[in-house]
């Protein structure tokens, strides 16, 4: 059974960094062709897709938020780690990762996703 | 970034309903498109790949069709669990994007 859940903090203030890990199980990020992404949605708002990290060790940002992001792995502990610098309200979102595997039928869809994390950036 | 427009950005229905929602891509995506069904603190489902393929586990009344710029997503029957927010999503090129979401409301 595959899962994935987000944690880290629901609240944070203006300019500070953001740390949300993702934790999962049933399958691992050395399987070839295997990636782990992070999705957000504010509320009310369309989904926005952040950042992938590929089971090669290989990135993919979004060009609108790269500067501030930085994604990682941590391939004993089965985690995804994401770090959003200088947070503004304007990102308080539920911020969701999601699965991809190349080689299943669905290929470079997310075909497993946590539940999601809400964050609020407020004073 | 590719943009990917749908319509409409609500809908009412009732249950056995036979609805479609659209997206449009701003440029040509082959059939490099998915759609997911959102609700309120549940994760995200992933309904229709490759524009239309039905994802393993997801009941048959919803199909997907299209290709180029122009997608579609039916579902035949609305059944009470169908109601929710759907969006489709791009994968032919970097940055993955989404459509802005289409809410569908029981009438």
């Known amino acids: 059974q595959i899962t994935l859940k987000e944690s880290g903090p629901t609240l944070v203030k203006p300019t500070q960094t953001l740390t949300l890990t993702c934790t999962f199980s049933g399958f691992s990020l050395t399987t070839y062709g295997v990636s782990v992404g992070w999705v957000r949605q504010p509320p009310g708002k369309a989904l926005e897709w952040l950042a992938l990290?590929?089971?090669?060790?290989?990135?993919r940002y979004n060009p609108s938020l790269q500067s501030r992001l930085t994604i990682t792995k941590d391939t004993s502990k089965n985690q995804v780690v994401l770090t959003m610098t200088n947070m503004d309200p304007a990102d308080t979102a539920t911020y969701y990762c999601a699965r991809r595997d190349s080689l299943s039928p669905s290929n470079h869809y997310f075909d497993y996703w946590g539940q999601g994390s809400l964050v609020t950036v407020s004073s | 970034a590719i943009q990917m427009t749908q319509s409409p950005s609500s809908l009412s229905a009732f249950v056995g309903d036979r609805v479609t929602i659209t997206c449009r891509a701003s440029q040509g995506i082959r059939s490099d498109l998915g759609w997911y069904q959102v609700k309120p603190g549940k994760a995200p489902n992933l309904l229709i790949y490759a524009a239309s393929t039905l994802q393993s586990g997801v009941p048959s009344r919803f199909s997907g069709s299209g290709s180029g710029t122009d997608f579609t997503l039916t579902i035949s029957s609305l059944q009470p669990e169908d109601f929710a927010t759907y969006y489709c999503q791009q994968d032919y090129n970097y940055p993955i994007t989404f459509g802005q979401g289409t809410r569908l409301e029981i009438k």
């Open positions: 990290v590929y089971w090669s060790d290989g990135e």
